[in-house]
């Protein structure tokens, strides 16, 4: 029967290994001569990045640092602070050698705790949860006819969306950062941050044409000024993937991520110091998917032999569609201080979370605010609260099973001192996210009939009475008593394959 059996292939991405592991961190140091001593610390901030990965044989190997910035006063009350790169090696073992396989991991801060131990020493304990997983595309075989008079067919149709792969793409970034004319020189750097976004992708002849931003903020001392001045900007960019089949008809979720980032002053030929050095480094992700849908059979028997059937339940995912838009969130905090002026605020994402509810997508976050402040005594002071946002998104219409990582970053935040104890704080949100729909189905890998084994005989006529139940199709009924779909769809002049309960059907035997 072999030859009367028609197979397809199908492929989907098959998650070969996801875990977690947590790397610690564990250091004391002495700041360097031109720091000066610690009198209070107000904030120790540790931002993990994975520079490079990799996977040989059993070994999973992660190389990355972790960017520890510990912000203070001295003794004069002045706001200083100091970075330390804290590198770090992860490996794992795990049980089986794959080849030919996607590698991706991620990173994030756990907990970190910092102390001073003296005026000039730093302990600092925390940890780095680093998420890993391992996929490829691979080919299921599933039959989508079989030309036999004697085998019933209940035939479907499978979202079978292709993945057609992952790829991973690193850019290198390097600008100088010039101050205006007006903009007073810099002394010294307090902190840095920076965030990347992905704004646009298109996709053309193989290749998905990735544009995006990477906001920088610098926090720096001026000479000649008490207050602390800051440096935004926005650095676009631009970069090509290269995934092989990707045409019109595809989808794409792509995400960037800084796997590098490092800003030094630069001192001019005068002795000036107006630029920075920017040196980045953004990991480029890009999952690529196109529609496919293909006939199949969801379930068959024959009406003459008994037969085996083997079915494969399986999961088919598709991008729904993609979210890239900036969100707008404002909202006022209360300070338990009187404050006189703002030295630094700034912002970053604590938490998220994604429901699906009333025909929305609803991305609910905490932000965490950072703000250091002075009183009317000119006294530093520190301070740090947590923000909810509700951002809603509107769906399409979709019959399966909903999903969402979304990829949310704060490009900018800024506020208006309403009082001396209150703040209303503006944040403009970065949100990136590619709704995924899954559905799962039951399809037919293999059929063999047995040509030794009849059918057991239900009949004792040409025809038997059959009253329906709640829920019956003529497919169920027609199964039972190994009958043709078809036959009992004419005798009965039925246009549905539903059925109302209570209805009586004429089922031919034959």
């Known amino acids: 029967m072999e030859d009367k059996i028609l197979k397809t292939n199908i492929y989907l991405n098959d998650v070969l290994f996801n875990d977690s592991c947590e790397q610690a961190i564990d250091i004391d140091f002495t700041l360097p001569d031109y720091c000066p001593d610690i009198s209070k610390i107000f904030k120790c901030q540790a931002v993990p990045r994975v520079s490079s990965k990799g996977l040989n044989g059993k070994n999973i190997n992660i190389d990355g640092t972790v960017l520890l910035t510990i912000i203070y006063s001295d003794r004069d009350g002045n706001l200083c602070s100091y970075e330390y790169q804290y590198p770090f090696s992860k490996n794992l073992e795990i049980t089986e050698e ?3 396989v996607n590698l991706a991991c ?8 910092c102390r001073a131990i003296t005026g000039r020493k730093v302990d600092i304990h925390g940890a780095v949860g680093i998420i890993i997983k391992i996929f490829k595309r691979k080919s299921e075989e599933i039959i989508s006819d079989i030309d036999d008079s004697n085998i019933e067919l209940y035939r479907g149709v499978a979202p079978a969306t292709v993945p057609m792969g992952y790829a991973e793409k690193y850019l290198l970034v390097e600008e100088e950062l010039i101050l205006s004319e007006s903009q007073p020189n810099v002394r010294n750097i307090l902190r840095t941050d920076a965030k990347s976004c992905i704004r646009e992708t298109k996709i053309v002849n193989d290749k998905a044409v990735v544009k995006g931003e990477m906001t920088v903020c610098i926090l720096y001392c001026a000479e000649g000024i008490s207050c602390p001045q800051n440096f935004k900007t926005t650095i676009p960019f631009s970069q090509i993937i290269d995934v092989d089949g990707l045409n019109d008809s595809c989808s794409c979720e792509t995400k960037s991520e ?3 980032f490092e800003v030094k002053p630069r001192v001019s030929s005068t002795g000036e110091i107006k630029t920075f050095a920017l040196t980045a480094k953004l990991l480029l ?7 496919n849908e293909i006939a199949v059979v969801l379930d068959a028997f024959s009406r003459k032999y008994q037969a085996d059937i083997k079915k494969n339940k399986m999961c088919f995912e598709k991008i729904l569609f993609n979210i890239s838009e900036t969100y707008h969130c404002k909202k006022g905090i209360e300070l338990e201080n009187s404050i006189d002026s703002i030295i630094d605020l700034w912002c970053n994402i604590n938490s998220v979370s994604v429901r699906f509810e009333n025909e929305n997508i609803i991305i609910l976050g905490v932000i965490s605010a950072s703000i250091i402040a002075s009183d009317q005594k000119e006294n530093l002071c520190y301070f740090e609260k947590t923000i909810d946002f509700e951002y809603k998104y509107p769906l399409p219409q979709y019959s399966g099973i909903l999903s ?3 990829e949310i970053e704060i490009i ?3 506020y208006t001192l309403l009082s001396p104890e209150n703040i209303e704080i503006r944040a403009d949100i970065s949100v990136n996210a590619a709704i995924y729909e899954k559905n799962e189905m039951s399809l037919i890998s293999d059929f063999c009939v047995d040509k030794n084994k009849l059918n057991c ?3 004792k006529g040409a025809m ?9 199709r003529v497919w169920d009924i027609a199964r039972i008593y190994n009958s043709a779909v078809q036959d009992i769809m004419k005798i009965n002049n039925l246009e549905s394959e539903t059925l109302p309960e209570g209805k009586m059907l004429l089922i031919p035997m034959t």
Do not use: L, V
Not at 285 to 291: D, L
Not at 464 to 472: A, K, L, R, V
């Open 98 to 100: 794959f080849s030919g």
């Open 106 to 113: 991620y990173t994030k801060t756990e907990y970190i705790n």
């Open 258 to 260: 800084i796997a590098f």
């Open 285 to 291: 992700t890009t999952s690529a998917w196109c529609s």
């Open 404 to 406: 969402c990582k979304p």
């Open 412 to 414: 900018s935040c800024s």
């Open 457 to 459: 005989s239900n009949k």
């Open 464 to 472: 038997i009475i059959y009253f329906t139940s709640e829920g019956d």
